[in-house]
């Protein structure tokens, strides 16, 4: 990083407060730009921190109000490191800002997959089957116990993600200038994203038909044909559809509405299930 006696440069106070303000991550939420308005809100104790000038204040919110979704106990690690990347912006006038967006792009995706796989699907099962017994007996120690178990294992995780997200910022901002070791690493997490997001489009969107005849005596099911041939296609061409929506920037509550709608009168003609 750049070294002067004007150098800006966070303290304790800034980080805490970006801990601290993580727990709001999915307070603010909405449909087209999801967890923006809760990470913004966690980065302007670091922003006004950094920036004395009115308008690169504005900037930095700018930058930080664009499209956000990740799990809410890996957001402080994105935190740390967009807050690295603030300090290094702030004192560096060549540094590059897109690269702040295209880091928060990188990684929410794939933080989002290990979130929810380690803490929604493994650490509160975990919790639920210690708890279990206790709960089930009537005793108060049971949701005592799992309070306790889950929020003092993500609180940590919290923690850490702050102080390592924004020490490991650090290493990350030396080798921006990079070109190849930044495409590499964003080649890495893209496919690590895509596959997260590909197992999410299976097991999380339901898209079935009951539509079945007979066929010179032997029944046949359309729905069993295509996962034969190609399991979860029908989620999959309902996620492309949607995917390409977006690309073209059709409203985001149009989509919504457009997929009641259809759900209904396709539900209604006997075409989807």
């Given amino acids: 990083m750049t070294t002067s006696s004007n150098e800006k440069k966070l303290t304790k106070k800034e980080l805490n407060s ?3 303000r993580s727990f709001t991550t999915s307070h603010a939420w909405h449909f087209e ?3 923006h308005m809760a990470f913004c809100w966690s980065m302007i104790p670091a922003i006004k921190k950094l920036y004395d000038n009115r308008e690169d204040r504005i900037a930095a919110y700018q930058r930080h109000l664009e499209f956000y979704n990740c799990q809410t106990t890996m957001q402080p690690l994105i935190g740390g490191i967009v807050a690295a990347m603030e300090e290094e912006n702030a004192n560096n006038e060549g540094f590059d800002t897109s690269s702040i967006s295209s880091m928060k792009v990188a990684l929410m995706g794939p933080l989002a997959g290990i979130g929810d796989s380690l803490i929604a699907g493994t650490l509160r099962i975990i919790a639920t089957g210690i708890v279990g017994g206790l709960c089930m007996s009537g005793s ?9 178990i889950y929020n003092v294992i993500t609180i940590a995780l919290r923690y850490l993600g702050v102080k390592y997200g924004y020490g490991l910022g650090g290493n990350i901002i030396s080798k921006v200038s990079d070109t190849s070791v930044m495409q ?3 080649t890495a997490l893209s496919v690590v994203g895509l596959m997260v997001i590909g197992a999410m489009v299976a097991t999380n969107v339901v898209v079935s038909t009951p539509i079945a005849f007979d066929l010179n005596g032997t029944a046949f099911s359309l729905q069993e044909t295509f996962d034969s041939i190609f399991p979860c296609l029908l989620p999959v061409a309902a996620f492309a559809g949607l995917y390409t929506l977006n690309k073209k920037g059709v409203n985001i509550l149009a989509q919504i509405i457009g997929i009641m709608v259809l759900g209904v009168v396709l539900g209604a003609l006997g075409i989807l299930g």
């Fill in 140 to 148: 108060i120690l049971g949701p005592i116990l799992f309070l306790a």
């Fill in 33 to 35: 730009r999801q967890q």
């Fill in 184 to 186: 590499k690493l964003t």
């Fill in 18 to 20: 970006l801990f601290w």
